[in-house]
């Protein structure tokens, strides 16, 4: 396959075409490091006659029993929704978020993590509800025990994207805050459902639904005390998640500052006669 030249001298995604479609998997293995090196330089061109067919070609790969070839489709689609704007990518929504959930519940940490990271692309890309939007439906009530649990870390990596890069100070965090933080996340539509999973019949989703219910509570603070109150949870796990929610007020990891306003709104406050806007995280309860 002549990719060095064809990558001087045509410069579009149709020279891959053939490879990425393909359904041998020694051609999909050796057409993946031509492809992502010529995708990681933006001077190279994304046009392709038939771009549908070439994302669904990827899902394919991302479909596939082959893990390593399942991560390359996964890495391929993330350097896409990088060189593509969001009302490009649109079209391809739905069917690539289905399918990339689904991989969540893979057998292999590699895919299960390439899995998230483009879901976590997808939401700095269109805004976190909007991913959220597909994503519920097709996981915290999904049969497979690892997209319960895969489903519920990657809405806490939701939640913590932005507080944990800005608080590195990163540059990259000041942009996330303004992508992610212009967005609501409306976790009282998630929590019922995370509330079910304290009962599920697997214990490390039963675990990881009382992890992620504390993690939601210190994003919001005492509505979600008073909100699962009214679900049925039994009464040991109920008191086990007040007690360690007793524990995050303690050791100082709120995040709610104690306050009860998680809409989104800002407060006000007034330093030397002029008012000044607090920001808070956008999170919708």
Request: net charge positive; hydrophobic share 35%; charged share 30%.
């Amino acid at each position: 396959m002549a990719y060095k030249s064809a990558i001087y001298e045509n410069k579009t995604l149709d020279q891959f075409y053939s490879n990425v479609t393909s359904k041998e998997p020694s051609v999909r293995l050796e057409c993946f490091p031509h492809l992502e090196i010529y995708l990681s330089n933006v001077h190279n061109s994304t046009n392709c006659e038939d771009l549908t067919g070439f994302i669904k070609g990827l899902l394919k790969w991302i479909e596939g029993s082959n893990y390593r070839i399942s991560c390359n489709g996964l890495r391929i689609l993330e350097l896409l929704i990088e060189r593509f704007d969001s009302h490009e990518f649109e079209p391809y929504l739905d069917n690539v978020v289905t399918v990339t959930v689904d991989r969540l519940g893979d057998g292999k940490d590699q895919v299960r993590e390439a899995a998230s990271q483009l879901l976590l692309k997808l939401m700095r890309k269109f805004t976190p509800q909007r991913i959220w939007d597909f994503v519920q439906p097709l996981s915290f009530e999904n049969k497979q025990f690892r997209i319960k649990e895969e489903s519920q870390r990657l809405l806490i990596r939701t939640l913590n994207e932005v507080s944990d890069k800005e608080k590195n100070g990163h540059a990259e965090g000041i942009n996330l805050l303004e992508r992610f933080g212009t967005s609501t996340i409306q976790l009282n539509k998630l929590v019922p459902l995370i509330c079910k999973l304290v009962s599920d019949s697997n214990g490390t989703v039963r675990q990881q639904a009382i992890d992620t219910l504390v993690e939601i509570y210190r994003h919001v603070g005492e509505k979600v005390r008073g909100d699962i109150a009214k679900r049925d949870i039994p009464e040991a796990k109920l008191k086990q998640l007040y007690d360690k929610f007793d524990d995050v007020v303690a050791s100082g990891r709120m995040i709610a500052k104690m306050t009860d306003t998680t809409d989104g709104n800002a407060a006000s406050s007034t330093t030397n006669g002029k008012k000044k806007k607090k920001k808070f995280n956008k999170i919708m309860y």
